[in-house]
């Protein structure tokens, strides 16, 4: 497209001329990736992005070509972009993108579904939902299971949770999405580790218990939840008079990649008749693989899942799940309306904002189920298994480094390490030092107290080669020559 030209060809159009127009600005989109630099990012400073950033006029009087807007955002941002497929890209867990996935996204976005309602979205719909069946059954949860798409691990756990408040709340006749919190509600808990993901404290906040309500069991070395203390933190809000609502366990803990013991959890769930929550936005993949899925026994008794898919099933953000044990239990939260969900569709019309706590929605799930069908089971299973391998082999090396020491033992993909007689800020210099040259993307964390660095293998194609110079390159910041 030349110039802002007239504004009717702005339009997606599916005919021959509007394809061949969206089709050569997108062969533009891609042409703009082409990075300038050779590491995971340049190594420009906040300032000199500011200004180069700002340099761009938001909405000028007159619109701008796009071909030169496309250009521009390859110098600006691309070129200056944080590269997740870059193998010294090992902070956090922050994937490569594939392909099948990618250009999914331009349909995705040129045919704009909205999730929220099926004439808006109906083949979309069936497609969400036939996802939510594959992702239900490889939790080995039954035919009554199934799930909405979210934004992220966030929002799944907080859907997950808040379904869990509902329902204790429905335990006890009450509606709490009409009449608010029962007064029972100040001795609600929600349990969980204390190496949980942050989103159960917000998921708390957010629904009104507060953050105090969170009651962190202590964990093992590992960063597992130990079942003795679970059981300990259970009698205590006994003899206290508390009820534990949910227990929400994690299926690969953020820093260590630590897999609470799901069965087991789960039995101390039933036993009590609270939710049983597990956020598997970190290993929830491992269902893919024979090798991997019995790590995760016990998740098929989960009253909600976490499933992120822009972790490593390498998809673009956003792209997450909550799977549902049973799709009735969605009713907790719905609100329905005269425009959307009226309850008087046709039959077999399904209205997915019944599930969510999002109205206009996006068609994530054509993207992840355009690579898993590219994909398959095997060659998925492979790409995970050799991570996990790739995660023991520089657990490996670090254990066998004169400078450099394991925190935890290494369960998922990251392995936490520090630098024995070098403290907190000589670890946060070298992190940042890597960063502000554009060397690495290094992780730094604080495990039960204890200053660390990580390295989070996302990237199948990365090497025990690539494993041994980022060792080797972490190594010469404590110990330089
Ligand atoms: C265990 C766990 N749960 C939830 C989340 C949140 O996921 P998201 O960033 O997709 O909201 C993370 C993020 O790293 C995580 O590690």
């Given at each position: ?40 990012r ?35 941002l ?78 799944s ?13 429905a ?26 993901h942050f ?6 906040a ?133 425009y ?27 993207k ?28 490996r ?17 990251s ?23 554009g ?11 204890r ?6 293998f ?24």
């Amino acid at each position: 497209m030349s110039g802002p030209g007239d504004w009717r060809d702005l339009f997606v159009a599916t005919d021959e001329r509007g394809l061949r127009t969206l089709s050569e600005a997108a062969a533009k989109a891609v042409d703009s990736l082409d990075h300038a630099s050779s590491g995971p990012r340049s190594s420009d400073t906040p300032s000199q992005l500011r200004e180069r950033v700002r340099a761009l006029e938001v909405c000028p009087v007159e619109g701008v070509a796009l071909d030169r807007v496309l250009d521009e955002f390859g110098r600006v941002l691309w070129a200056h972009a944080v590269r997740p497929s870059h193998v010294a890209s090992v902070a956090h867990l922050h994937p490569p993108s594939v392909v099948p996935a990618v250009v999914t996204e331009l349909a995705i976005s040129a045919s704009n579904q909205s999730m929220d309602s099926w004439d808006q979205s109906p083949a979309a719909t069936e497609m969400e939902l036939h996802l939510m069946d594959f992702l239900a059954r490889r939790l080995g949860l039954a035919e009554v299971a199934s799930g909405v798409m979210t934004s992220g691990g966030t929002a799944s756990n907080v859907l997950g949770l808040t379904l869990s408040r509902s329902w204790a709340a429905a335990k006890l006749g009450v509606d709490v999405l009409k009449a608010g919190l029962p007064p029972e509600a100040r001795r609600w808990r929600l349990v969980t580790s204390d190496q949980a993901h942050f989103s159960v404290q917000r998921a708390a906040a957010q629904l009104g218990l507060g953050r105090d309500a969170v009651v962190n069991v202590a964990t093992d070395r590992t960063g597992a939840m130990d079942v003795d203390a679970l059981d300990a933190t259970l009698s205590q809000l006994d003899e206290a008079g508390l009820v534990p609502i949910a227990i929400s366990a994690t299926a690969g803990t953020t820093d260590l990649g630590a897999i609470d013991p799901l069965a087991q959890i789960a039995e101390r769930a039933r036993r009590r008749g609270a939710w049983f929550h597990v956020d598997a936005a970190v290993a929830g993949a491992f269902v893919m693989s024979e090798a991997l899925r019995p790590r995760l026994a016990g998740i098929e008794a989960a009253d909600s899942v976490t499933i992120d898919f822009h972790k490593l099933w390498w998809q673009p953000f956003n792209a997450s799940a909550l799977v549902v044990r049973d799709v009735e239990r969605f009713d907790l939260l719905r609100v329905r309306s005269d425009y959307l969900d009226r309850g008087d569709e046709l039959d077999g019309m399904v209205n997915l904002v019944g599930r969510s706590l999002d109205t206009s929605r996006r068609f994530d799930a054509a993207k992840v189920v355009a690579a898993l069908r590219t994909i398959g089971t095997s060659t998925f299973a492979e790409m995970i298994e050799s991570l996990v391998e790739l995660t023991v082999y520089a657990a490996r090396r670090i254990e066998a480094s004169e400078v450099l020491a394991l925190v935890a033992p290494v369960s998922a993909v990251s392995v936490v390490f520090d630098a024995p007689g070098h403290d907190a800020d000589e670890l946060r210099r070298v992190q940042q030092g890597l960063l502000a040259r554009g060397e690495m993307i290094l992780g730094r964390t604080v495990i039960k107290g204890r200053a660390a660095l990580k390295f989070t293998f996302m990237n199948p194609l990365a090497t025990r080669a690539d494993v041994d110079e980022l060792i080797a390159v972490v190594t010469r910041g404590f110990v330089p020559g």
